[in-house]
């Protein structure tokens, strides 16, 4: 019989951030983005895939019901007061477990390496701010730092829409109430949670996904409604963020979604975990602050991510950092390699990331600093 405690464990005690399991394969551990088999067990085998599907099913015929309609199956375990966001799909018909690890503590925002403004603007009475980043961009790890930083610090009502939650807070100034999103759980969808914040007099909504348009409706109202409304969104840049909002929408509509977005949007949070020189990960943002030049380039009838990039260079004495300057300050620092740095824009920007890193080492930036 196969010993899952001991896989457990042995992610727990490595700091994987996620565990795989397939059939003939070791357990694979996700661990600073790297893959890492544990050499020292034995390949796992049906009979062994079968067992663990059983342990997360038992005495719960709905679950495996569940799976055999949809072929997959989110849902939460718990060992030794470590909670795991659990995955299980098929492969060739054999069960595929993919288990991530949930941090019981707390983040803290200032152990995420974003520069200060990004406090700042959580602590702004109204408006839509959004984190994006692709997955295992520590979106998530984001929103619950800022709300633990609000929680902290400011009498406020804060609702969190979370599928599904990963952090349990505890209220102490503020009043925090988190509710799961799925079918059987707290609320529905995001998108009804969210309409359902107006009649619940919160001061803060937190969404954990914007999925769809009528999820993005809702936000766009609540932030126009007076509420400040935190949202994730899975983009790799502020550009490409306002881009997805509109295609959420069709062509007639999105000229009033534009002047809706253009005055309730505050900030856009754009993230990137790169590895570093010291094999760890780094933060590297891209935050655009919404300033009049900004919202005036999303009121217009043709959008162009050009002309937003260009804005948020010459924004960075409101807060706003271009993803240039981010990387080129993680180099300075010896925090990642040039070629990490490289590897996340276009060749044709080279040349300017090369020289905003020989600025920077020469001091010609004057007091524009970033963490």
Do not use: W
Not at 34 to 40: A, P, R, T, V, W
Not at 181 to 195: I, P, Q, R, T, W
Not at 319 to 329: E, K, R, T
Not at 345 to 355: K, T, V
């Amino acid at each position: 019989m196969i010993n899952f405690n001991e896989i457990l464990d042995e992610g727990i005690k490595q700091n994987a951030s996620d565990i795989h399991l397939m059939e003939s394969k070791r357990p694979i551990y996700r661990i600073n983005r790297d893959l890492i088999e544990k050499s020292d067990s034995k390949e796992l085998t049906e009979k062994d895939l079968n067992e663990i599907f059983n342990i997360f099913t038992a005495n719960n015929s709905g679950l495996v019901d569940n799976f055999n309609h949809e072929k997959r199956l989110d849902l939460n375990y718990e060992h030794k007061g470590i909670r795991f966001r659990v995955n299980i799909s098929l492969s060739f018909g054999k069960y595929v477990f993919t288990m991530r690890i949930i941090k019981n503590e707390l983040p803290i925002f200032n152990s995420l390496g974003l520069p200060i403004i990004v406090r700042k603007l959580a602590m702004l009475n109204q408006g839509l701010i959004l984190i994006t980043g692709k997955s295992n961009s520590g979106k998530t790890t984001t929103l619950n730092a800022l709300v633990n930083e609000i929680n902290h610090t400011e009498n406020k009502k804060i609702m969190m829409l979370e599928d599904p939650i990963e952090f349990a807070h505890t209220s102490i100034k503020s009043m925090v109430v988190q509710k799961e999103v799925g079918e059987g759980k707290d609320c529905l969808s995001f998108s009804e949670g969210a309409m359902n914040a107006l009649r619940e007099d919160c001061d803060i909504l937190v969404v954990g996904e914007i999925r769809d348009k009528k999820t993005m409706d809702a936000l766009l109202e609540i932030s126009e409604s007076g509420y400040l409304v935190f949202g994730t969104l899975h983009t790799r840049s502020c550009a490409e963020t306002i881009d997805r909002i509109l295609g959420f929408y069709d062509v007639d509509d999105q000229k009033s979604v534009k002047y809706m977005l253009s005055s309730v949007l505050k900030a856009v949070i754009s993230q990137r975990l790169l590895k570093g020189i010291n094999n760890d990960l780094v933060m590297t943002p891209e935050i655009m602050v919404v300033d009049d030049i900004i919202s005036g380039h999303i009121r217009k009838e043709k959008l162009s991510k050009s002309e937003i990039e260009d804005a948020i260079l010459t924004g960075q004495s409101k807060g706003s950092l271009s993803l240039i300057f981010s990387l080129a300050n993680q180099v300075v620092k010896n925090r990642i390699s040039l070629e990490t740095a490289q590897s996340q824009i276009e060749e044709r920007y080279y040349e300017h990331l090369n020289n905003t890193i020989y600025r920077m080492k020469n001091n010609l930036f004057g007091s524009t600093t970033i963490v």
